[in-house]
């Protein structure tokens, strides 16, 4: 057990604080004679870097991931892989204030609740930039999964504001080209009308992000506790910010008949596996993959620091206001994207690894 | 690492199919000197049992739990408690039809696709029946919690009819009275009508659980992968048919702006810890509870076992029909009300623990 | 994390107290499609039941394991086993002397010290009657390594005599034949003088047993806290009475020059894996296995139940005196030796699972 | 589950390989509020670093830890603390020989059959330069065990050369006074003399180092598969080179009659616990502490690393031989000691915070 790892058998564990020398990510049991290099998990990281649009902050962090062990003449070596990212844009300012503050939605509060003390600088452990080594895990994940299972995710929702694009309609090369990671171009011209209103009211805005996977075969996931949809919730639920999550129909389907929210099933072509006549399931049965995409969404709450003053108390328990200042992102739900992205490539490697462990590589097993 | 067990210091490992011989769970790590007997198990285990209103299965099954081990003389000695569940109600029937063909919605497919067989009697270990077992380990996990912390749940939507009435205005002992763990008469009155009618077509619907947990001091939870929000998550995932979670204001705090979804702070009275202006965090901040209620829920997808009949394949890949017959829940929400109480209970108890065991019974620690 | 289960990806929970109604274990994570049947548990059960010899205590426990789940028509199906045994030999007795004071060498004091309070009858959770379940679950085990893997035991010191033999002269066969698993009958015959001795003095002798493994290929374990020597050495200390574990050489390895340990390597016949002209190593090196048997070995102390009275203090601090009646056997070692088989083969199905989840069935892994 | 991870509440991963740009540490569930500073981390580390006497490596590595996170003016926080050891002396050398042969006793074969690759410079992760990652993890475990627990090693064997000064007359100030960790001059400087010889004729020699801990109080440990003795042995088992383990009497208790292993309890003075009239037990029954001094052995085995040509093959196959130049530890069991001192320190340190969680502070629990 520890607090700050996740995943299995390949398993992960990040440390560090936002202002503190530097955070980074230990990655263990990934296979032996992977292709990796830090350019493979610096694409990622970039994807996710402050400041590449007006409309995240302003903060500039070169992000540079350095790879400390578990690589060898550019392959992984089956040791564990540390990668390093120094904080560098730790501006020395004044603390004072939350310090002795607790800023509304912030874990400033739960921290000192549990700890007694709390490394108040940046939100300490609890900033959103500890996801930096998340997205650096992320690309080792994508390193095991290999290119037969594609893993990408996009915007779909900015504060009220939902994509109205039906899903065959998405343009996933337009993602990569408007700040929103928004499949459909008149849709982000339209939110960053919405997000520049957002930001000069001082205010923010909360989000939904949607994940999806093509390429995982049928029977990965594993009943009844480490079912597929289980640890993609929980991996995506650490996210900070995250306030919900669903897989394929999700809350819609409670208002499904049976009939209606029923995925059939026809014989694939060619003598092939089966295939569906729907997705409603999300590509997951019974906490195992089906072999349909596998699609899950998270929904992001506004960002909790926000230029109008919030009432507060202090760590004395006395009555106060509090304004947060500082570059913040008015929509935290934009850079979750590829940190989204990295949580669900994240899991699909561990499953990859544990089905593998139990079932060989194929499902089933020969009697001994 | 286990696939079917859940929780670290208050550890569940479940067992059984739904047609073979018992069911249980073993639960470790309980401590020692709790006042527990089968009655407390019993309690919470005829809640869930079938065949107790015209809306749920008319399957009889007694569900009479039995302590193996981990109590003696009416206390927990802080070794594992082994509890049995005897199968009783299996009739001899035929399994042909369910042997050769896959249930769309069902797990048959995907454990056929990962474990190259399955126990198809009744569905095996994907039934619902396992979900028991949950339900007694929550009893244990309450009595690890003791009397400040209540864990109570119920249902706020029936396929697309939702409950209306305010949170503040639910009446909790009607829950108890109503087949539908319903807050309020009349809303039950209605989904009493509308289930008659689901039924009468041959149909299902899903439906939505609340569940809540007073009395969770400050603490609980630990960043960033042993968040209270993240393990909750995955606990009512990991129900069958459950398809989304969300924690307090859930996707809908996406919509918010970040002054309205503020939950400001006010000194606490009598100079005790601060009180919250209003709960869009669902209790927890940061992945740690804030001493406020925990509220989360979970959407559960219609009953996949209907009597319309759906196209699907063989187990040879050829195109076949199939009607599922037999004695099912046509809202297989309403008896997943206590399997979530159960839930948030077990999870709750692992944190209390694990909070213990890092931080001390206050938190924080005197230094050495 | 769970006190009472030991293995990774095949994970075994036991349960159970020595006069309880029932013990038992849950095996997970066991690859489907293994032919796996009760009459396959019981052959080594048989092994390790009370009451065969002289030697032995003459409880009669008919030690009857009974599958409750995970197997369907003969073979497993990849979810969990739960394997129970019913304790039907309890004895009602007088426990009050027990229950009042400390034995001087068991869990007494200890549990009481811990938990506050203990189920006293028969050492509770703390009797070797437990190691039934282990036995179990190792035949389980046998069932995921195959043929090709033979894990065997025998005895190889008695008190302080011990097993002269040279290892190459050890005969098999004899070991079934002889109360103390002795591969030498000659050896045997002197060692139950010996007991005959140690029993008529109301004393009680230690042991060493010497357990290996056959046909584990290269590759099994993982550096540096997934050793396969330190798993197996865990297991063997986690049974009752060990208080040493050595591999190969051991602790006669230190008095050793570097020439004399060194396993040269040579290469093999037929262009096969290189073979090694000794074994120092007990066929792991890094905490991986060579290919080489994998040997190991434990001491058992003495049966700290005699029937010469020892002193000792009552719950309450108070002095007194304690003899130890009852049924109980003169050297527990004997009936070890089933048990250090099971914990091995525990070991390595869970290593064969590891290395095959990580590393693919071969080692080394295609680049993406 | 992590291959590079141990411990459960407190979790040590440690990465890196030798001849990398660093290794290094996360000890994640470290207690709030402790006083630490990376002063105290390299207290310890200095007593493990090489080139301190003639009679170790003569490479010099400044072994300076940089606490990287988990630290806030001064004290621990409870988030992950991450510690960094760059590494300075890798001399550019040539490899080729090590990356084409295999050493005998070295992990290099194994490695290779399990990986199909590996770092080869300086043996890469199963160097015995890891081990100081687990001397800064043993420092953050003192502070978490504080002043009253006392954890401390000695060398009691080098080669066939036994410490014969009793227990009782040890001088643990003289262990930090000679280049041996010997608590007795004579024997040290008989064993220099000893070590003069082996390096003289470029051998090696194996050694058995004693660890201790005082203060450990009752309660510690969890059956039946938490057991703390069971948790010592791997933590000791994992060091490199390790080939044996024994708690207390360990081996020699086979020989023992039941009455002379017996550690007989008198009432406490003062009404005080109880006091034991012998520690055959090492401080440790039915898995869980007694109050007494817990007292381990292990056995290193001579390091493999001679200047006499050993028979070996090639990664072909071929036949060769070897010598293995460079500064090697003739006797790597002296360097060991602080290394088994930080293992037992994160053995123990885990296991006061299991205590914790399951019992509470001193065990028992008062009914809800």
Known sequence: MSHNSFGHLFRVTTFGESHGPAIGCVVDGTPPGLALDEAALQRDLDRRRPGQSRHTT????????????????????????AVLIENTDQRSKDYSEIAAKYRPGHADYTYDAKYGL??????GRSSARETATRVAAGAIARAVLGPAVIVRAALVQVGGDRLEV????????????????????????????????VRKAGSSVGAVVQVEAEGVPPGWGAPLYGKLDQDLCAALMSINAVKGVEIGAGFAAAALSGEDNADEMRPGP????????NNHAGGILGGISTGQTVVARMAVKPTSSILTPRR??????????????????????????????????????????RHRGQCGADGGEAPP
Chains 1, 2, 3, 4 share one sequence.
């Open 58 to 81: 302003q903060r500039r962090e070169p992000d540079a991931a350095r790879i400390l062990s578990g690589v060898f003449e550019g392959r992984t070596t089956g040791t564990p892989i």
């Open 118 to 123: 709390r490394d108040y600088r940046g939100g």
């Open 270 to 277: 060619d003598g092939g596996p089966p295939v569906f006549t």
């Open 312 to 353: 507060t108390v202090t760590r004395d328990g006395a009555a106060s206001e509090i304004v947060t200042k500082g570059r913040h992102d008015p929509c935290v739900g934009i850079r979750a994207v590829p940190v989204a992205e990295a949580m669900m490539a994240c899991v699909l490697a561990d499953h990859k690894l």
């Open 166 to 197: 039906p899903r065959e309609a998405w343009d996933w090369d337009e993602v990569g080209r408007n700040p929103f990671f928004c499949p459909d171009a008149a849709t982000a011209a339209r939110w960053g009308d919405l997000m520049d209103a």
